[in-house]
């Protein structure tokens, strides 16, 4: 079982094990690293240290084993370590028999021959999403030197919906100033609903899910390339990497099965600087598997999470009955606003590899 991607990136450990991390290969050689803004994006995916998140408190430090040196990387493979330091292990005693629904424990039993590491979901657990983020934090960090910005907001949990992208006037200044918010909106003013939904779950010993969605700027025409490498599917598979992603969608999405073909197309016209651009955005920047130069947009859907007070039919894999769990341990009521900086990583890490020629 491997948990690689092309010849990029590797990851490694177990939510509850000594640590977990990551290996990141193709990196040019003689990039600075911006070490502040590595933490400020590694905080972003921390707990808030509210109600709305997890009590688990890590503090994803990274320490560099190799790839770096003065400061810079050397262009071999970066390999970085996250230990994890506040476990709580036998919090998951129960599930080792009586596997959570919704989550993997199941078929992770199955895939593992019973010897998986079940302990917070062992290596199929969002505690992964760690060594990621750090991976786009590098990352996008070259993409700037290009031009190119990712940002990402709330767009909708439980009812309660955002402002569109799609309506926005999308600057990195927009982008950064979502990012410093632990509830990443467009509207200021939902942000006490939000509030709302999510502890009213957590009080519930339930939990919420939602939508989140992306935009990258500074995309030149013709990146990608038809059918099996399309831009959609580079970005979508690292999207359902992601635990708990569902679902994907570019520009309208699934809107779009119910329009005409006048009422979807987007229109051409040259700007006042001589550029090609399209009127609207209703296919989100993609067509034939290829950028058109408008923002990229797409919509990302995360299940609410596994782990919840509730009680909830199972079963006893030991003794093979039924059974009921009601999970125990600390877990976050909701999981959205702490996958947003891991869903801009990822596609960071996608146009990264897009613009590099694919890295296969």
């Keep these: ?15 509850h094990g000594p640590g977990i991390g990551v290996v990141l290969n193709g990196l040019p050689p003689g990039f600075f690293v911006d070490w502040a803004e590595v933490s400020s994006e590694m905080r972003r995916r921390a ?18 084993l190799s790839g770096l040196f003065q400061g810079r990387t050397t262009g071999s493979p970066l390999c970085a370590l996250i230990r ?3 476990t709580r292990s036998d919090d998951y005693a129960e599930i080792r028999d009586k596997p959570r629904p919704g989550h993997s424990d199941y078929p992770a039993f199955v895939r593992g021959g019973g010897f998986n590491d079940y302990r917070g979901g062992g290596h199929f657990s969002g ?20 031009g190119v910005s990712i940002g990402a907001h709330i767009q909708r949990i439980r009812g309660v919906t955002d402002n569109s992208f799609a309506t926005a006037d999308l600057s990195p200044q927009l982008f950064a100033a979502l990012s410093a918010e632990f509830l990443p909106v467009l509207n200021k003013a ?6 709302r939904v999510i502890l009213e779950a957590r009080a519930a010993g339930d939990s919420v899910g939602g939508v989140v969605e992306c935009a990258i700027l500074g995309l030149a ?21 992601v635990p708990a992603v ?10 779009l099965a119910e329009r005409l073909g006048s009422e979807s197309n987007d229109a051409y016209y040259f700007d006042e600087n001589g550029r090609v651009r399209t009127r609207t955005n209703n296919c989100g920047g993609l067509l034939g598997g290829l950028t058109t130069g408008m923002p990229l947009v797409c919509s990302v859907a995360v299940k609410p999470t596994a782990s919840i007070a509730r009680p909830q039919e199972t079963v006893d894999l030991r ?16 999981i959205v606003p702490r996958v947003v900086p891991v869903l801009e990583s990822v596609a960071a890490l996608a146009i990264w590899d897009l613009m590099e020629g694919g890295g296969g």
């Excluded at 569902?246 to 809107?255: I, N, R, T």
């Excluded at 003794?319 to 909701?334: E, F, I, K, N, Y």
């Design 246 to 255: 569902k679902g994907v969608s570019f520009g309208l999405g699934f809107a």
């Design 127 to 146: 505690r992964l999403t760690a060594p990621l983020v750090f991976a786009g934090a590098l990352v996008r960090q070259i993409l700037r030197e290009r």
């Design 1 to 15: 079982m491997s948990s690689s991607w092309k010849n990029r990136l590797s990851l490694f450990g177990e939510s």
């Design 190 to 195: 939902i942000r006490p609903a939000l509030e």
């Design 84 to 86: 994890n330091l506040d």
């Design 221 to 241: 025409p013709g990146l990608g390339a038809p059918f099996f490498d399309s831009v959609e599917s580079a970005l979508a598979s690292l999207f359902f990497a």
């Design 319 to 334: 003794q093979g009955t039924a059974a009921v769990l009601a999970v125990r341990g600390r877990h976050d009521p909701c």
């Design 47 to 64: 707990p808030d240290r509210s109600k709305l998140s997890t009590e688990r408190v890590e503090t994803d430090s990274v320490e560099i």
